[in-house]
């Protein structure tokens, strides 16, 4: 089994930062792409970020500029420092990962993490 646990939200004012942490855990025996989306009440979940574990990212086009994902491929932790934040990103994020489970082979799965708030107040 494979858990991601995710940390960081909160309330911020509106231009303020945040950094959200998602690690994995259990049985891995590799990490595809890892990522961030987001949803906001009413709304579907949204793509925000992706990363390979070559480094190559993808971001939406709402937070380009402003959101930096990364990962530490040694820790199985992705990051999301997400700066000038505005109040249309307020949303639940949750973190993604593709992962080989840990007898290894081509197959891999689908995790998520339970969700962190993240509320920006203008």
């Known amino acids: 089994q494979v858990q991601l646990v995710e940390s960081g939200g909160g309330l911020v004012q509106a231009g303020g930062s945040l950094r959200l942490s998602c690690a994995a855990s259990g049985s891995i025996f590799s990490i595809n792409a890892m990522g961030w989306y987001r949803q906001a009440p009413g709304k579907q979940r949204d793509l925000v970020a992706t990363v390979t574990s070559g480094g190559s990212t993808n971001y939406a086009d709402s937070v380009k500029g402003r959101f930096t994902i990364s990962r530490d491929n040694a820790k199985n932790t992705v990051y999301l420092q997400m700066n000038s934040l505005k109040p249309e990103d307020t949303a639940v994020y949750y973190c993604?990962?593709?992962?080989?489970?840990?007898?290894?082979?081509?197959?891999?799965?689908?995790?998520w993490g339970q969700g962190t708030q993240v509320t920006v107040s203008s």
């Open positions: 993604n990962a593709a992962v080989v489970p840990g007898t290894g082979g081509y197959k891999w799965y689908d995790y």
